[in-house]
Nanobody, 124 residues
Framework: QVQLVESGGGLVQAGGSLSLSCAAS????????MSWYRQAPGKQRELVAR???????YYTDSVKGRFTISRDVPKNSVHLQMNRLKPEDTAVYYC??????????????????WGQGTQVTVSS
Protein backbone atom coordinates (compact mmCIF):
# COMPACT_ATOMS: atom_id res chain seq x y z
CA GLN A 1 0.00 0.00 0.00
CA VAL A 2 1.58 3.26 -1.13
CA GLN A 3 1.79 6.01 1.46
CA LEU A 4 3.01 9.59 1.23
CA VAL A 5 4.17 10.96 4.56
CA GLU A 6 4.63 14.71 4.79
CA SER A 7 6.55 16.71 7.34
CA GLY A 8 7.40 20.33 7.88
CA GLY A 9 5.23 23.36 7.59
CA GLY A 10 4.09 25.57 10.44
CA LEU A 11 3.89 29.25 11.22
CA VAL A 12 6.42 31.82 10.08
CA GLN A 13 6.57 35.57 9.66
CA ALA A 14 6.62 37.13 6.23
CA GLY A 15 10.10 37.00 4.75
CA GLY A 16 10.95 33.83 6.63
CA SER A 17 11.61 30.30 5.43
CA LEU A 18 10.07 26.87 5.85
CA SER A 19 10.74 23.50 4.33
CA LEU A 20 8.44 20.62 3.51
CA SER A 21 9.35 16.99 2.98
CA CYS A 22 7.40 14.07 1.59
CA ALA A 23 8.49 10.45 1.53
CA ALA A 24 6.85 7.75 -0.55
CA SER A 25 6.75 4.22 0.74
CA UNK A 26 4.99 0.98 -0.13
CA UNK A 27 4.70 -1.08 -3.25
CA UNK A 28 5.72 0.88 -6.29
CA UNK A 29 8.18 0.30 -9.09
CA UNK A 30 9.43 3.80 -9.81
CA UNK A 31 8.63 7.49 -9.46
CA UNK A 32 7.52 9.40 -12.53
CA UNK A 33 7.10 12.76 -10.79
CA MET A 34 6.52 14.29 -7.39
CA SER A 35 4.82 17.59 -6.82
CA TRP A 36 3.59 20.02 -4.24
CA TYR A 37 0.13 21.53 -4.51
CA ARG A 38 -1.50 24.03 -2.19
CA GLN A 39 -5.03 25.05 -1.37
CA ALA A 40 -5.90 28.28 0.37
CA PRO A 41 -9.32 28.81 1.98
CA GLY A 42 -11.95 29.44 -0.65
CA LYS A 43 -9.57 28.75 -3.51
CA GLN A 44 -8.91 25.85 -5.82
CA ARG A 45 -5.97 23.56 -5.29
CA GLU A 46 -3.04 24.70 -7.41
CA LEU A 47 0.22 23.16 -8.53
CA VAL A 48 3.16 24.88 -6.83
CA ALA A 49 6.18 22.88 -8.01
CA ARG A 50 6.98 19.61 -9.70
CA UNK A 51 10.09 17.51 -10.25
CA UNK A 52 10.06 14.68 -12.71
CA UNK A 53 12.21 11.61 -13.12
CA UNK A 54 14.89 13.36 -15.19
CA UNK A 55 15.14 16.02 -12.43
CA UNK A 56 13.60 18.75 -14.54
CA UNK A 57 11.44 21.11 -12.53
CA TYR A 58 8.40 23.31 -12.89
CA TYR A 59 7.29 26.21 -10.70
CA THR A 60 4.18 28.28 -10.76
CA ASP A 61 5.02 31.90 -11.50
CA SER A 62 4.21 33.22 -8.04
CA VAL A 63 6.93 31.12 -6.37
CA LYS A 64 9.70 31.29 -8.95
CA GLY A 65 12.94 32.47 -7.38
CA ARG A 66 11.64 31.83 -3.86
CA PHE A 67 10.84 28.09 -3.73
CA THR A 68 13.10 25.20 -4.65
CA ILE A 69 11.97 21.63 -5.18
CA SER A 70 14.46 18.80 -4.93
CA ARG A 71 14.41 15.08 -4.52
CA ASP A 72 16.33 12.40 -2.64
CA VAL A 73 16.25 9.42 -4.95
CA PRO A 74 17.46 6.73 -2.49
CA LYS A 75 14.88 7.89 0.07
CA ASN A 76 12.05 8.27 -2.47
CA SER A 77 11.41 11.70 -1.10
CA VAL A 78 10.85 15.23 -2.29
CA HIS A 79 11.56 18.50 -0.51
CA LEU A 80 10.27 22.00 -0.96
CA GLN A 81 12.43 24.80 0.38
CA MET A 82 10.34 27.95 0.71
CA ASN A 83 12.16 31.25 1.17
CA ARG A 84 10.98 34.86 1.35
CA LEU A 85 7.53 33.64 2.28
CA LYS A 86 4.55 35.93 1.81
CA PRO A 87 1.14 35.94 3.51
CA GLU A 88 -0.38 34.83 0.22
CA ASP A 89 1.62 31.61 0.48
CA THR A 90 -0.61 30.61 3.39
CA ALA A 91 -2.36 27.37 2.49
CA VAL A 92 -2.52 23.66 3.11
CA TYR A 93 0.27 22.10 1.10
CA TYR A 94 -0.21 18.64 -0.36
CA CYS A 95 2.38 16.22 -1.66
CA UNK A 96 1.42 14.43 -4.87
CA UNK A 97 3.18 11.48 -6.45
CA UNK A 98 2.87 9.94 -9.89
CA UNK A 99 4.20 6.41 -9.47
CA UNK A 100 4.61 3.34 -11.61
CA UNK A 101 3.09 0.39 -9.84
CA UNK A 102 3.30 -3.26 -10.72
CA UNK A 103 0.10 -4.91 -11.87
CA UNK A 104 -0.86 -8.43 -12.82
CA UNK A 105 1.22 -9.92 -15.59
CA UNK A 106 4.38 -8.16 -14.51
CA UNK A 107 3.58 -4.92 -16.29
CA UNK A 108 3.31 -1.48 -14.73
CA UNK A 109 0.88 1.39 -14.84
CA UNK A 110 0.89 4.92 -13.52
CA UNK A 111 -1.08 5.72 -10.38
CA UNK A 112 -1.30 8.98 -8.50
CA UNK A 113 -1.34 9.50 -4.76
CA TRP A 114 -1.88 12.39 -2.33
CA GLY A 115 -0.41 13.14 1.04
CA GLN A 116 -2.55 14.19 3.97
CA GLY A 117 -1.64 17.86 3.73
CA THR A 118 0.34 20.15 5.99
CA GLN A 119 -0.51 23.71 7.01
CA VAL A 120 1.75 26.61 6.12
CA THR A 121 0.82 29.93 7.68
CA VAL A 122 2.68 33.14 6.92
CA SER A 123 1.87 36.08 9.15
CA SER A 124 2.26 39.67 7.98
Amino acid sequence: QVQLVESGGGLVQAGGSLSLSCAASGGFFSINAMSWYRQAPGKQRELVARIISDSSTYYTDSVKGRFTISRDVPKNSVHLQMNRLKPEDTAVYYCHADLQVLIAGGTTRANTYWGQGTQVTVSS
